[in-house]
């Protein structure tokens, strides 16, 4: 990256042909970058098809899709067989953040179950702060009832790939989990593993929570993470999370796992694309529930949460 003052003229040019194409230019929230290098990765320039009509082809989509996908940790107490019976679905979209041009890479993992807070330890004091006698009886009451479990679950992450010209290079991922909004995080907050083929660090690390999936860069953010309940007269702190300890997951993300765009779909169900979840929609707006019917949904959900994971068509950018 030059030291020399900056030129509008190539942003300017990258704003029309954003106009024209439909790149989306997104907020600069947290740019906070790590220091060049750790995560770099020589571009590649291939005249590909482009079925998504995006000005970026399939075959570049999936090159930036297996250099940068994450590496997943899951509990050792997690419930499924994360190895097969879990598919992962992407999408890769031009972007503009800040003055820097590159890729939002969008993944979705999707999972047949949410098995919901199973983690609450019956002593209580660690989980639910309301007071060792309250909070030993909620945490009774919810290790027995699976609270907040559905059936289909589907987490997303995003990550920020800059394109240096000579160089791809991850700047920022952004993940969202259980009903909070997305969060942003440098480079910087995860650890990387090698590629194989290449010897770089260009595969960040995530943990996964025990039964309901949601994703961290560490462990320590997961079982440290807590929400508050006001009720009864009394604030509670709740920690339902546990990470760690289990199974690690490349993510399987054949070509043919690319969604599209909006208005330009690369398949309408995941029937087309996996044996798992038959009947689910990738694109309508209708819930998921991991294959499984409503009625059987229904006996399975807890009793504080609803029947089947949300659509989605919320998970893709830009979000509609």
């Known amino acids: 990256m030059s030291n020399r003052g900056w030129n509008p003229k190539p942003l300017l040019g990258l ?19 790590a220091p060049r290098g750790s995560t770099a990765f020589p571009p590649m320039s291939t005249p590909a098809p482009d079925i998504d009509g995006d000005n970026i ?17 899951f509990d050792e107490n997690e419930p499924l067989d994360v190895a097969n019976e879990t598919v992962t679905l992407y999408q890769v979209h031009p972007v503009i953040k800040g003055r ?45 009832l699976d609270t907040d479990g559905h059936c289909g679950d589907s987490e997303a992450l995003r990550i920020f790939v800059a394109d240096y010209g000579d160089t791809w290079k991850i700047e920022s991922l952004v993940m969202k989990r259980h009903h909070d909004d997305w969060k942003e995080y440098p480079e ?26 949601a994703m961290y ?42 969604v599209g765009e909006h208005g330009r779909h690369a398949f309408e169900t995941l029937d087309e694309v996996s044996r798992l979840f038959p009947g689910e929609s990738v ?36 979000e509609q």
């Open 188 to 213: 910087s907050a995860f650890s990387f593993e090698r590629d194989e083929e290449t010897g770089l660090r260009t595969h960040p690390i995530i943990y996964v929570s025990e039964s309901k999936h």
């Open 57 to 73: 082809s399939d075959a570049v989509e999936w090159r930036l899709i297996e250099k940068f996908k994450p590496v997943l940790i």
């Open 283 to 318: 694109w309508r707006d209708t819930p998921f529930c991991g294959g499984y019917t409503w009625e059987s949904c229904e006996e399975f959900a807890g009793m504080f949460d609803k029947t089947c994971a949300g659509s989605l068509l919320g998970k893709w950018f830009p």
């Open 217 to 258: 860069a560490s462990s320590d953010e997961c079982e440290g993470y807590s929400v508050e309940i006001y009720d009864f007269g009394l604030s509670c702190e709740v920690k339902f999370e546990d990470c760690d300890g289990g199974v690690k997951l490349t993510l399987h993300t054949p070509p043919a796992h690319n």
């Open 100 to 144: 820097q041009e590159g890729y939002l890479i969008t993944l979705v993992i999707l999972y047949a179950l949410d098995y919901g807070m199973t983690d609450f330890d019956l002593d209580g004091w660690d989980h639910i702060t309301c007071g060792p006698i309250f909070g030993d009886a909620l945490a009774y009451l919810a290790s027995q």
């Open 15 to 33: 704003i029309v042909l954003c106009f024209l194409t439909g790149c989306e230019i997104i907020e600069n929230i947290d740019p906070a970058p």
